[in-house]
């Protein structure tokens, strides 16, 4: 395994665990002002996918080059990231959380409908893209959209109170 390689691998292991930690607290935070939660049934399967996606990059990927291309392009998602998670503060989560006040519209999701969900379907591809491992892009890319169908659907449903994912009180 290459510095490089590693390096790649280590920052999105710790990413992905320092996201979980962030998510929790924001998660409790949330449900204290009196927030809930809608589809948790899927998301012990969104974990699955996501740590399965992890694993295959490091069991398949540890001894694999880098590609500087795909790994600038991968820096530059880390940027968005930043952006996005920047811009909902305290109120991002790993959770499809509802909470009864207005809807962030501002940073990307003045552009973008959801750019969390867009941020996760590039890094999906690029992620493995960075070490050649075309296969798994494409196997977890397809994963991840059935995933997501689901849970935008959930989302939206819960988020605007209409639909058969709607629960609780209708929410702007």
Do not use: C, K
């Amino acid at each position: 395994m290459t510095t490089g390689t590693f390096l790649f691998l280590a920052f999105i292991v710790v990413q992905r665990l320092g996201e979980l930690v962030i998510a929790r607290r924001n998660t409790a935070r949330l449900m204290a002002l009196g927030a809930y939660e809608v589809g948790a049934g899927h998301y012990p399967v969104m974990v699955a996918l996501h740590s399965a996606w992890v694993l295959a990059l490091l069991v398949f990927g540890w001894n694999q080059p880098l590609h500087m291309g795909w790994l600038a392009f991968y820096a530059v998602l880390q940027v968005f990231r930043v952006w996005i998670l920047g811009t909902l503060g305290a109120r991002w989560t790993t959770r499809i959380i509802v909470l009864d006040e207005p809807l962030v519209v501002r940073g990307p999701f003045r552009f973008i409908p959801h750019p969390n969900y867009t941020l996760v379907v590039l890094e999906i591809i690029a992620a493995p893209m960075v070490l050649g491992l075309t296969w798994v892009a494409v196997v977890f890319t397809v994963l991840n959209a059935a995933m997501l169908y689901h849970r935008i659907g959930v989302e939206d449903g819960a988020l605007r109170g209409t639909g058969r994912h709607a629960a609780g009180p209708a929410r702007r």
